[in-house]
């Protein structure tokens, strides 16, 4: 079974600063998909920035990047020039495709989050 | 183009009562996975509807069940409500066509047992 750590419960920014969140993975696939979902106090849970393990260049949505590291199955989320908007919920999640009749879409595992509180 | 919805916000329930929630899918989408996300935790896959038939399920008891419907709309029905269901319920909407697809999410149901 695939597991998903997010190591930081908390963090805090400065506006315009920038700041990494942590996520590992535990996993014996070799095809898999990683995302980045934020959710902010409005509870709905908003995509930011999507992984495929097959592609060695790291995602960059705007001003959110990814530093993808297959092998130590590391994927942090880099946020630059912060802004107050960003305060929400970050949910590292993983997903394993799984390819048979009935679709290939499979469940996402997520992390338990970080609290991201951006102050001015 | 529609976003997911969900049906109703917010629904209060004592324990042994039965609820259904509902999500209508993303305009374009064929597959909705649903999710049970405690207080402080990280969603928890329920299962998942591909074309009108469960396409995987998580670690959750036969009392959770679902269906999907021939506009890919999706309910989410629980019996014999405990005290521990209460949590935010998700559902997301994806296009299940053979091209693993990002999985998009509605606002939620917040179900309170009592």
């Known amino acids: 079974a695939q597991t998903v750590t997010q190591s930081q419960p908390e963090m805090s920014v400065q506006e315009a600063e920038t700041v990494t969140l942590s996520c590992t993975y535990d996993?014996?696939?070799?095809?898999?998909?990683l995302f980045w979902y934020k959710q902010p106090p409005s509870r709905q849970m908003i995509l930011v920035i999507r992984?495929?393990?097959?592609?060695?260049q790291n995602a960059t949505e705007n001003r959110f990047s990814v530093n993808f590291q297959k092998a130590a199955k590391s994927f942090s989320l880099k946020i630059s020039d912060s802004q107050l908007g960003d305060t929400a919920m970050y949910f590292c999640?993983?997903?394993?495709?799984?390819?048979?009749?009935?679709?290939?879409?499979?469940?996402?595992?997520f992390g338990k989050g970080t609290l991201l509180t951006v102050n001015p | 183009e529609t976003g997911v919805t969900q049906s109703p916000t917010h629904l209060i329930k004592t324990r042994g009562q039965q609820v259904t929630l509902r999500c209508s899918s993303q305009?374009?989408?064929?597959?909705v996975s649903w999710y049970q996300q405690a207080l402080g935790q990280g969603p928890q896959f329920i299962f998942q509807?591909?074309?009108?038939?469960?396409?995987g399920r998580g670690n959750f008891p036969p009392r959770f069940s679902g269906l999907q419907f021939p506009n890919y709309s999706s309910e989410l029905n629980v019996n014999a409500l405990e005290l521990d269901d209460s949590a935010l319920y998700l559902c997301?909407?994806?296009f299940g066509g053979g091209v693993p697809d990002t999985q998009y999410f509605g606002p939620g149901t917040r179900l309170t047992v009592l």
């Open positions: 997301a909407s994806s």
């Open positions: 996993t014996s696939e070799n095809n898999y998909y």
């Open positions: 992984q495929e393990a097959y592609k060695q």
């Open positions: 999640a993983f997903m394993k495709p799984r390819m048979n009749s009935g679709g290939s879409n499979y469940k996402l595992t």
């Open positions: 305009s374009g989408h064929n597959t």
């Open positions: 509807y591909y074309r009108e038939e469960e396409n």
